[in-house]
């Protein structure tokens, strides 16, 4: 067996040690005879699990008492659409526009109400985030919308946008769990988890119990009303059960690790390393501004496409995977979320040093 550092941003990489548990229990989960995959999600043996995945996400997390936690599917994109039907009593949104997938949301949210783009960084292909401060809130906005970590440019809000008293609304897909957060701050927080917790498959809602209200838009289906979810906890249908498993592990794994603070520092002196290296290349140029830099998501390029995909190329002949960048951005990406070790990104770090040197 030989394992390689997967910077995929998405489905990407796990830490090994949960992968090797899931492996152990595989054919026969904790005396159960059978595999997780395999067993009814009414079971004891499955309520235990999603009952502990909960609990340890809140401790993680710091969740509030009025905060729900649901474990959904239909990907973060589902989001897009449940979040207005459910919050639009006013049918109107604020939305700020960030990068591709605050625009998908954006382009959904339309479809129910009246919706302003209050705040964007198209202009300059979305490499910086702009100034939040003091935007033009509407008198009557139901929601604020942000994406907190912009998965395929490679930006993060460092600072949350004034909402000037409204509820605000995050897709935090890229950035789960990578450092502390303030849920207070938050009226909904989701994220799909195969960026930086579990599988696909899962996606993980936290909701605060004012905004779980029959009141949603006419016709919105019930797998999609936040209050059938809350009041199932989450078990409403067959939920992904096997994904909720995985993130389940992946907490304990953070648990382990020393919590979101331990995390935090460690994401920083991971991407430290990238970005140190990047500020003084001749070769490869970091492509956002740098107070809006992700820890994440490590957007770079030479200039030249030939050159890039020279690059990607070599990279992956010596085991360094998924380093090609966004279809639409081009030159390269490097995720590093929590599961890739500080080795992968010194690894990456020699190998950039070498081709630059081989190639200037
Ligand atoms: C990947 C991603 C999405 C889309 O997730 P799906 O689960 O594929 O729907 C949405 N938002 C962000 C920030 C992402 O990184």
Redesign the pocket.
């Known amino acids: 067996m030989s394992r390689v550092y997967n910077f995929s941003a ?1 489905p990407a990489v796990l830490p090994e040690e949960v992968l090797r548990e899931a492996a152990e229990e595989m054919l026969d989960y904790k005396g159960t005879g059978m595999s997780v995959m395999e067993m009814s999600h009414r079971s004891k043996a499955f309520e235990e699990i999603i009952e502990t995945a909960e609990a340890d996400l809140r401790e993680l997390m710091n969740i509030p008492d009025n905060y729900k936690v649901l474990f959904l599917q239909g ?3 589902l989001q897009f659409a449940m979040i207005p039907m459910n919050l639009m009593k006013n049918k109107v949104a604020d939305y700020i526009v960030t990068g591709q ?1 605050a625009k998908k949301a954006y382009q959904e949210a339309c479809k129910y109400g009246k919706v302003n783009k209050i705040a964007s960084s198209e202009d300059r292909t979305f490499s910086y985030i702009p100034d939040c401060s003091d935007l033009p809130i509407s008198e009557d906005a139901d929601y604020v919308y942000i ?1 907190e ?3 395929i440019y490679g930006t993060k809000f460092k600072t949350l946008p004034n909402t000037k008293g409204k509820t605000l609304v995050a ?1 935090v ?2 950035c789960f769990l990578s450092e502390p957060v303030d849920v207070s701050k938050y009226g909904i927080l989701y994220g ?1 988890v ?2 930086n917790i579990g599988p ?1 498959g899962v ?1 993980i809602v936290i909701i605060r119990e004012d905004l779980i209200t029959e009141d949603v838009l006419p016709g919105t289906p019930t797998m999609m009303q936040y209050k059938v979810h809350a009041d199932a906890g989450s078990l409403y249908n067959t939920p992904p059960a096997y994904g909720i498993y995985i993130c389940g592990k992946v907490f304990q794994w953070l648990k382990k690790r020393g919590g979101l603070a331990a995390m935090k520092e460690y994401n920083e002196k991971k991407a430290a390393i990238l970005y140190d290296y990047l500020d003084q290349s001749k070769l490869f140029k970091g492509t956002v501004e740098k107070k809006d830099r992700s820890l994440m998501n490590v957007p770079f390029v030479t200039g030249d496409k030939e050159l890039d995909d020279k690059f990607v190329k070599a990279a992956k002949a010596a085991g360094l995977e998924n380093l090609k960048g966004h279809r639409t951005v081009g030159g390269m990406r490097a995720s590093i979320y929590n599961a890739m070790p500080i080795e992968g990104v010194e690894k990456l770090v020699e190998f950039m040093k070498k081709f630059e040197e081989e190639n200037l």
Request: proline share 0%; aromatic share 6%; hydrophobic share 25%.
């Open positions: 998405g990907g973060a994109s997938w994406c970590n912009n998965t897709d897909s890229s799909g195969q960026k696909a996606v």
